[in-house]
């Protein structure tokens, strides 16, 4: 590997491990109110915190020897579109808030994964078996509450 390419996955990693310590301290700043429950509202931005620390970690020190990077243009065009995205997933019309946290989250994963390559089914199967996940780990794992969505109120 170029020594230019491994200095990047290290600059990258420790951009990504200073933002998991942000979010860690943030998370740990969280206040619980009464009544909250064992788990509180810290647990699992800990947990996503700590997660992303590892896979700095894991970035910094585990460098891909042979990246393959989309040529010319492509990149931006990818980075618009995957940002465009999460931006309609936040506030637009396909917003959690209208749509609720399912069908959202399963368009978002679906568009998301046809970006980095998958074919269109895989991807809507990715996107809604990992919604589905997702949603039971939130509401019967963690006890949290997540928007059902303007449509079906």
């Given at each position: 590997?170029?020594?230019?390419?491994?200095?990047?996955?290290?600059?990258?990693?420790?951009?990504?491990?200073?933002?998991?310590?942000?979010?860690?301290?943030?998370?740990?700043?969280?206040?619980?109110?009464?009544?909250s429950g064992?788990?509180?509202?810290?647990?699992?931005?800990?947990?996503?915190?700590?997660?992303?620390?590892?896979?700095?970690?894991?970035?910094?020190?585990?460098?891909?020897?042979?990246?393959?990077?989309?040529?010319?243009?492509?990149?931006?065009?990818?980075?618009?579109?995957?940002?465009?995205?999460?931006?309609?997933?936040?506030?637009?019309?396909?917003s959690i808030?209208?749509?609720?946290?399912?069908?959202?989250?399963?368009?978002?994963?679906?568009?998301?994964?046809?970006?980095?390559?998958?074919?269109?089914?895989?991807?809507?199967?990715?996107?809604?078996?990992?919604?589905?996940?997702?949603?039971?780990?939130?509401?019967?794992?963690?006890?949290?509450?997540?928007?059902?969505?303007?449509?079906?109120?």
């Open positions: 590997m170029a020594g230019t390419e491994l200095m990047a996955d290290r600059i990258a990693g420790l951009i990504v491990l200073a933002c998991a310590i942000a979010y860690g301290l943030g998370a740990s700043r969280l206040e619980s109110g009464f009544g064992p788990v509180g509202p810290r647990l699992f931005p800990t947990i996503l915190a700590i997660c992303l620390g590892i896979c700095a970690v894991l970035m910094m020190f585990r460098s891909d020897p042979a990246p393959s990077w989309p040529k010319g243009s492509q990149i931006w065009l990818k980075f618009i579109l995957v940002l465009t995205a999460f931006i309609f997933y936040a506030y637009g019309p396909i808030r209208n749509l609720g946290f399912i069908i959202s989250t399963s368009f978002v994963t679906s568009v998301v994964s046809i970006f980095f390559g998958a074919r269109f089914l895989p991807a809507l199967l990715v996107g809604i078996i990992s919604s589905f996940a997702l949603y039971a780990i939130f509401v019967l794992g963690l006890d949290l509450s997540l928007p059902v969505g303007r449509i079906f109120d």
